[in-house]
């Protein structure tokens, strides 16, 4: 078998490469091939079946050479983030829309349909949510980024209906913990909560304790990438675009479970200065239930506790010892 991943050195990226060349498998074959594509490959490891393609995926020439002889399951994580893309409307564009649209053509001229798991966002429902989500919320944009991965998600769809892909499109929420001050996202405050309570430095978080938001960990990020792939075709019933079950919490839960894990004495690191800009974005997420997605094997960190074990102990590095917490599972 031959995966190809676009964005393999980013974040999300570089754990899925580790997980994959930990299993082995996927969709019950033997990964012969690794088609990893960014713009700098050096941070993954040394391994035979990786195959490393270095460039940009908004350059025509890199998505034909990783395709030249076939693929059969397409990770697609490239993207520019959402603050970026705002800032840089032009890039965001040819990255986040134009090379997605170009993927799945090149993808049409395949003999077969590969399997093409898309990273979409929440962002595709902007900012006024309803008090209760269920999955099926309406789509209303409010960041260029959304928007893109709206039109992305259409045309997955369009093209899996037409028989030319076996598209899946997942809705991901913040994911955690991302490194400190390098993601371009609006949200990177949640990663950075969790960084400086782990190395013991004070932080001053820009939303309030009671800003609430949907967390994942990468662990758990990555398990349903895979999860995604993994569908049969007749499992899907028509369906090609999941929103993900999420755990929602507020900061002073996560902050709770931070200090539930290391100790009551790191609780002072960790003061408020609230952005009312960003806390309306990015500290307003009501409760949200996935059933669809849940039934199909996506699933959530389970609880508080389990999410930053899960943040900070990423795929394939060995969990760390930690102290035992008894916390009830979410019900989100």
């Excluded at 025509?60 to 970026?84: K, T």
């Excluded at 967390?215 to 090609?240: F, G, K, P, T, Y």
Aim: charged share 20%.
């Amino acid at each position: 078998m031959r995966v190809l991943i676009t964005g393999a050195n980013g974040f999300i990226g570089r754990q899925l490469v580790l997980r994959l060349l930990e299993t082995g498998t996927l969709r019950g074959r033997t990964i012969d091939a690794l088609l990893v594509v960014d713009r700098c490959l050096g941070a993954l490891p040394e391994d035979g079946r990786l195959r490393r393609l270095p460039g940009d995926v908004t350059e025509s020439a890199v998505l034909r050479r990783a395709l030249a002889d076939g693929v059969d399951v397409v990770f697609h994580l490239a993207g520019i983030p959402g603050a970026i893309a705002e800032r840089d409307y032009e890039l965001g564009y040819r990255t986040n829309l134009l090379a997605s649209l170009e993927l799945m053509q090149l993808l049409r001229a395949q003999p077969s349909p590969a399997v093409l798991v898309f990273a979409s966002s929440v962002a595709v429902y902007g900012d006024d949510l309803p008090p209760r989500m269920n999955g099926e919320g309406d789509l209303q944009p409010a960041l260029t980024v959304g928007a893109h991965k709206q039109m992305v998600e259409t045309a997955l769809v369009d093209l899996s209906r037409r028989g030319e892909l076996d598209g899946r499109a997942i809705r991901l929420p913040s994911v955690v913990a991302r490194p400190d001050g390098t993601s371009g996202l609006l949200s990177g405050f949640m990663s950075d909560l969790l960084n400086a309570f782990v190395r013991n430095t004070p932080y001053c978080c820009p939303v309030s304790p009671e800003a609430t938001g949907w967390w994942m960990s990468v662990r758990c990020c990555v398990a349903n990438l895979i999860q995604a792939a993994e569908l049969e075709v007749d499992s899907l019933r028509s369906r090609r675009v999941w929103q993900l079950p999420v755990l929602k919490l507020s900061v002073a839960e996560v902050i709770e479970g931070l200090v539930e894990l290391y100790g009551e004495e790191r609780r002072s690191l960790i003061t408020h200065a609230p952005n009312p800009q960003l806390e309306a974005a990015f500290g307003a997420f009501p409760p949200l239930r996935a059933p669809q997605a849940r039934a199909l094997g996506f699933s959530h960190d389970r609880n508080v506790a389990s999410l930053i074990r899960n943040a900070l102990t990423p795929p394939g590095a060995p969990r760390r010892g930690r102290p035992q917490v008894r916390v009830k599972e979410s019900l989100q």
